[in-house]
Every structure is written in structure tokens, then in C-alpha cells.
T-cell receptor
Framework: AQTVTQSQPEMSVQEAETVTLSCTYDTSESDYYLFWYKQPPSRQMILVIRQEAYKQQNATENRFSVNFQKAAKSFSLKISDSQLGDAAMYFC????????????FGAGTRLTVKP | NAGVTQTPKFRILKIGQSMTLQCTQDMNHNYMYWYRQDPGMGLKLIYYSVGAGITDKGEVPNGYNVSRSTTEDFPLRLELAAPSQTSVYFCASSQPERGGLGTQYFGPGTRLLVL
């Protein structure tokens, strides 16, 4: 079964600085999708960014970008120019292209942004 | 669009009681999901549905039941509440996209405490 590992339970960053959150996954499949979700104190899960495994180009959404290393099974999230509103739990998630209904989540990284 | 809505936001149950967690989406998505999130953990899939009248088990279905009589609604039923079911429950929906991404959109969650 696929597993997702986030090795950093907590991270902190100074406002306006850059932070990188790590995620690794284990799979024997060749086609899949990867996601980063943000969960603020309101608890709602908000999609931050997504990546298709067949695409070599790293996804970017404004201040958020990923470093996708397929061979290493690594999918890190970089947040540039961190803002106070970025403080939240961040979850990395994996979804097989062969089973659209099975999404696997990591345990999450709590990001604190210091003013 | 309200997106995915869940009720109630919070509930305390006694052991052995039953309740239904409500989930409604107004995006006309075919796919709907129920997850649970235990403290310090990622989400785990309980049940999912690919359309009205069709449901299937996820990773942790024991102790729960679902039904899908309409596209919009996907209620989750707990028949005999147990302390192990203390968790935060998230409903999500998605629609298959070209390429299969089908990003999931989450509701705000229901916090359930079983005493």
C-alpha cells in the first residue's frame, strides 16, 4: 500500500522568509498525483498545489512551488515570502491514477509564521 | 456556491448512541468521500461514492454506514458509538477531470466526541 511520510512535525519561519516542507512517499505505481493541502485553525482542508507524476515540470501557484523528484519519491513544498496567514497544518497527499478514490495523507507539518 | 457543507460542527455522544453526520455539496460532483482525522494524524478514508446509489468501503469502514440517494447528499451513520470513533470527520467531493486529477474539495469538518 502507498504511504506518505512527512518527517517534520513542526516548522517555523520568519515573516517574508522562505520555508520548505518535506514529503516522501512510497509506491510501486508509475502514474499518480500528489497534492499539498493547508488546514488552518478553521479545520477546513484547502488545496494549495497539485502535481501530476507524468509531468517533469514542477508545479507553481503564486508563492507556492514544489520540488518533485520522482526517482527519489520526494515532493517538497516551498513557500516564498511567508505571510502570517500561511500559518497552518500542511498535509501532503498521494492519489493513484488507477484508483481515483484512494487518497493517502501524511501526518502533517504544523507551520508557524513569526512576525 | 457554498461548496461542501457539513452539519453539525460539533457533537458529544454517549457510548452506544447513534447519529448521522450530514454532508451536502452544490457543485454537482459525482464523487463524494468521508474521512476521519485523528489527533496528530492525516486523514483516513471511511467510505466513498462514485454516484447516487453507489457506495464503497475505504480504509477504515468498520462502525460506519453510508447512503447516497441523491447527487448532493452523502450522510454518514454511526450506529453504536464507541470512544474509538472520537475524531474529526471530513466530507469531500470531486469530479473527474481530464487526466484524472479530480481534485477533492473538503467541507469544514465535524468534531465528534464519544464519552
Amino acid at each position: 500500500a502507498q504511504t506518505v511520510t512527512q518527517s517534520q512535525p513542526e516548522m517555523s519561519v520568519q515573516e517574508a522568509e522562505t520555508v520548505t516542507l518535506s514529503c516522501t512517499y512510497d509506491t510501486s505505481e508509475s502514474d499518480y498525483y500528489l497534492f499539498w493541502y493547508k488546514q488552518p485553525p478553521s479545520r477546513q482542508m484547502i488545496l494549495v498545489i497539485r502535481q501530476e507524476a507524468y509531468k517533469q515540470q514542477n508545479a507553481t501557484e503564486n508563492r507556492f512551488s514544489v520540488n518533485f523528484q520522482k526517482a527519489a519519491k520526494s515532493f517538497s513544498l516551498k513557500i516564498s515570502d511567508s505571510q502570517l496567514g500561511d500559518a497552518a497544518m500542511y498535509f501532503c497527499a498521494y492519489r493513484s491514477a488507477y484508483n481515483n478514490n484512494d487518497m493517502r495523507f501524511g501526518a502533517g507539518t504544523r507551520l508557524t509564521v513569526k512576525p | 456556491n457554498a461548496g461542501v457543507t457539513q452539519t453539525p460542527k460539533f457533537r458529544i455522544l454517549k457510548i452506544g448512541q447513534s447519529m448521522t453526520l450530514q454532508c451536502t455539496q452544490d457543485m454537482n460532483h459525482n464523487y463524494m468521500y468521508w474521512y476521519r482525522q485523528d489527533p496528530g494524524m492525516g486523514l483516513k478514508l471511511i467510505y466513498y461514492s462514485v454516484g447516487a446509489g453507489i457506495t464503497d468501503k475505504g480504509e477504515v469502514p468498520n462502525g460506519y454506514n453510508v447512503s447516497r440517494s441523491t447527487t448532493e447528499d452523502f450522510p454518514l451513520r454511526l450506529e453504536l458509538a464507541a470512544p474509538s470513533q472520537t475524531s474529526v470527520y471530513f466530507c469531500a467531493s470531486s469530479q473527474p477531470e481530464r487526466g484524472g486529477l479530480g481534485t477533492q474539495y473538503f467541507g469544514p469538518g465535524t468534531r465528534l466526541l464519544v464519552l
